[in-house]
C-alpha cells in the first residue's frame, strides 16, 4: 500500500504471553477500510455464538483508520470493537483523544488481543515492537493515575488507554478511558470490562513514524477548501462544548427528563447547560489530535476527589444522563460525577441511565433503602446519585447490581421493574428522544451495538442540517415518519465509514461530504476510490454487524425501543404529544435494505456486497 496505512497488525495473546505481526492486505483495507469495518470483520471471522464476552476466546480489538494519523480534521480517532458483555451482541465504541494517532506512529494500524493474562499486565508498544509488562503495582488504581503510570514507565510523549476499578471488577458498564484527565472515553457496550477479563491493564504506546500521504499537496489544498465550514459550522461546539443544545433540546422536547417520563424541565436545564458551564466552571477548551474544533472542556470544580484541579468537563450525554435524567440541576455534582466515571472507567450514559431507573423503582415502592444500603434514591437527590457512582465503579452492595446495566438490574429486582429500564438489546438509550424525531425510533431500533444515536445521526438531519448528496438539503420534518426508514439506513453507512476512516461525525455540522471522503482517502492511499465505491463499503460493513448479530439470534422482534417510547406521551414541552410510529419505519427500512421481513439481510443484498 502506497499510502494511509502501516500495513501492520500486531496480535497478542495473553494467555501464551505471544505476540505475532501480521500484514494488512490492501484487498481487505480497501474492503472495510480500517476503525470500525476492519474491527467487525475481524470479529466475525474470530468469533461464534459460543463465544463468552469475558471469556479468553473473545477478541478485543483497537483499530485506527486509514485517515488517523494524517492531516485530515478531527482524524485522531480509534475505534474498540468485541463482544459486547452487556448486550452479548456487537460491541464496539468510537473514541477522540491521541492514542489512535500515537498507535499508529507507533507502527500498527490495529492491535487484536485474545487470552486471559495469569497476573495483569500491561502492553508496550514502541516504534514497531512491543511488550506485555506486569501490571500488578497499577491493578486498583485509577485511570488517572494509570494513565500517568504507563507515560511514564514508556515515555512521557506517549498515549494509552486504560482501564479503572470498574472493567477489573467487570461491570458491565466499564468504560476505556483515555488522556488522562482529560477523560476521553470509549465508553459504550462494557468493554472495559472485557479488558479487565483479560486482565489487561492498559495499552500504551509512543512512536515518531509518520503515517504515508500519497500526495500531500492534494490532500492539504483539498482540506483547505472545507476546514473553514467545518470551523463555522462548529462555532457552538467551540464555545459551550457539546452541551451547548442542551437548552434548545430542552426546549424542543429532545432532553430525557426523569427517566422520559417529564416533558419539560426550563429553568433547571439552564443551570447544567454549557452556556452555564462556560460561565461558571470552565477554565478552557481542548483538543483531540488533528482536531480544528475543539469541543473538549477543561474545568475546575470545588468538590469531589479532582476539587481545585482541573479536569475533563461533562459531555452533553454526561448532562444528560446525571442530570435531567435524575432531576439534578447542580452543576459542580454532575462534573463531580463525570469526574468519578472517568476515574473509576464507568460509561456516563449507562451509569445515569441506570441509576434514574433505580430511582424510579424506590419512587415506586420496587425498591427501598434496606436494599440500596441505605441510600435514599429520591430524585434530585445529588449526594445519593454521587454515593451510587462511587460503589457502582467499585462494585460494592447495591451498585454491584446497578453495574450490570438496567436490563439485568429489572430482572433481579422483578416486578414492574422492567417497564421502567430504558434500553434497546441491553443498551440504555442515549440521550436524544425519539418522542422529538422519529426517525431517532428507528435508528435506536436498528443500530447494531443496541440504543445509540451516533450509528446514524438522523437526529441531527432533523434538527439542524442536511445532506445533498443523498437528497436532503435542509433539515427534515421530525414528526414526519415517511422516508424516514431511507434516511436512517442511508445515514448509517455514512456513519459506518466516518467510523473506519476515522473522522469525527462533528465534521457533518461542517458540511463535509462523501464527495470530501473519497478525495481525503484517495490522496492520501493512491487509489481511484469512487463516490458509489465507498458508499456501498459503508453499506457492506453495516450489514456485516447485521448478520455478526443475526447470527446471534437478533430479528426484528429485538429491533424495538421501549413501550414508555412507543406509547407514553411526553405531555408538555416541545414534543408534547408526538409517538414514533416505529412499525411502518421500520417496514420501509427493511425494504430499502433488502432484507426480509424479520430483518436478516438476503442472501442477494450479501452477494451484491461481496458478503456472501
Known amino acids: 500500500m502506497r499510502g494511509g496505512y502501516i500495513g501492520k497488525i500486531l496480535r497478542v495473546d495473553l494467555t501464551t504471553g505471544t505476540m505475532a505481526v501480521e500484514s494488512l492486505p490492501e484487498n481487505k483495507a480497501r474492503a472495510y477500510l480500517g476503525g470500525s469495518g476492519l474491527g467487525a470483520r475481524i470479529l466475525y471471522d474470530e468469533t461464534s455464538p459460543a463465544t463468552d464476552p469475558l471469556g479468553p476466546e473473545n477478541v478485543l480489538i483497537v483499530a485506527t483508520g486509514p485517515l488517523t494519523g494524517t492531516s485530515a480534521p478531527t482524524s485522531g480517532r480509534h475505534e474498540i470493537i468485541a463482544r459486547s458483555p452487556l448486550t452479548g451482541i456487537y460491541g464496539e465504541s468510537d473514541c477522540g483523544g491521541t492514542f489512535g494517532a500515537e498507535l499508529k506512529a507507533a507502527g500498527f494500524d490495529a492491535v487484536v488481543v485474545t487470552g486471559t493474562a495469569a497476573e495483569p499486565v500491561y502492553l508496550a508498544i514502541f516504534n514497531g515492537e512491543a511488550e506485555l509488562r506486569p501490571a500488578a503495582h497499577l491493578w486498583g488504581q485509577d485511570t488517572y493515575a494509570t494513565d500517568e503510570a504507563l507515560r511514564k514507565e514508556l515515555d512521557p510523549r506517549g498515549a494509552a488507554i486504560s482501564i479503572g476499578p470498574a472493567g477489573e471488577k467487570l461491570a458491565l458498564i466499564a468504560s476505556i478511558m483515555n488522556d488522562g484527565r482529560e477523560g476521553r472515553a470509549a465508553g459504550r457496550a462494557g468493554l472495559g470490562a472485557v479488558m479487565g477479563s483479560k486482565k489487561l491493564k492498559g495499552i500504551v504506546a509512543r512512536g515518531t513514524q509518520d503515517v504515508p500521504v500519497f500526495n500531500p499537496e492534494a490532500m492539504k489544498e483539498s482540506i483547505r ?3 473553514s465550514d467545518i470551523m463555522e459550522g462548529t462555532k457552538g461546539f467551540q464555545t459551550n462544548g457539546t452541551a451547548n443544545g442542551l437548552v434548545g433540546f430542552e426546549q424542543i422536547g429532545d432532553l430525557p427528563i426523569k427517566n422520559w417520563r417529564q416533558g419539560s424541565w426550563a429553568e433547571p436545564a439552564l443551570n447544567i447547560s454549557g452556556q452555564r458551564m462556560t460561565e461558571t466552571i470552565l477554565t478552557r477548551r481542548y483538543f483531540c489530535k488533528s482536531c480544528i474544533i475543539g469541543c473538549g472542556r477543561r474545568v475546575k470544580i470545588d468538590r469531589g476527589l479532582s476539587a481545585g484541579m482541573e ?7 454526561t448532562l444528560a444522563a446525571l442530570g435531567a435524567m435524575c432531576l439534578i440541576d447542580d452543576l459542580q455534582a454532575v462534573a463531580e460525577a463525570n469526574d468519578l466515571c472517568n476515574r473509576l472507567g464507568l460509561d456516563t450514559i449507562s451509569t445515569g441511565a441506570t441509576i434514574a431507573f433505580a430511582m424510579e423503582c424506590y419512587e415506586r415502592g420496587l425498591i427501598s433503602q434496606k436494599d440500596t444500603d441505605g441510600v435514599e ?8 446519585m454521587l454515593e451510587m457512582v462511587r460503589r457502582m465503579g467499585q462494585r460494592e452492595g447495591f451498585g454491584r447490581l446497578l453495574s450490570e ?11 414492574d421493574a422492567p417497564r421502567y429500564a430504558i434500553h434497546t438489546k441491553g443498551l440504555e438509550l442515549p ?3 425519539p418522542r422529538a424525531y422519529n426517525s431517532a425510533a428507528v435508528g435506536y431500533a436498528t443500530s447494531n451495538r443496541g440504543a445509540c444515536h451516533l450509528q446514524a445521526l438522523s437526529h441531527a438531519f432533523e434538527g439542524r442540517i442536511g445532506f445533498p448528496e443523498f437528497g436532503y438539503p435542509g433539515p427534515l420534518d421530525r414528526f414526519a415518519s415517511e422516508g424516514k426508514g431511507v434516511m436512517v439506513a442511508r445515514m448509517q453507512h455514512v456513519m459506518c465509514l466516518l467510523d473506519s476512516l476515522k473522522l469525527c461525525k462533528f465534521t457533518l455540522f461542517g458540511k463535509l461530504s462523501i464527495a470530501n471522503m473519497v478525495d481525503w482517502l484517495n490522496w492520501t492511499t493512491g487509489w481511484d476510490t469512487t ?25 426484528r422482534a429485538a429491533d424495538t425501543v421501549p413501550q414508555r417510547i412507543l406509547t407514553e406521551e411526553r405531555g408538555e414541552g416541545g414534543a ?6 416505529l412499525d411502518s419505519m421500520l417496514d420501509e427500512y427493511y425494504r430499502y435494505r433488502g432484507w426480509d421481513e424479520n430483518g436478516r439481510p438476503t442472501p442477494q443484498k450479501l452477494a451484491e456486497l461481496g458478503l456472501a
Open 377 to 384: 434514591l429520591t430524585w434530585g437527590n445529588a449526594e445519593a
Open 576 to 581: 408534547a404529544h408526538n409517538l414514533p410510529p
Open 311 to 317: 479536569i475533563g468537563g461533562p459531555e452533553y450525554e
Open 405 to 415: 446495566g438496567s436490563r439485568r438490574a429489572a430482572e433481579a429486582i422483578g416486578g
Open 431 to 433: 440521550m436524544h428522544d
Open 225 to 227: 477548501t472545507v476546514a
Open 531 to 555: 463516490f458509489d465505491e465507498l458508499v456501498t463499503t459503508g453499506e457492506r460493513i453495516f450489514n456485516l454487524k447485521r448478520v455478526y448479530n443475526v447470527r446471534l439470534g437478533v430479528d
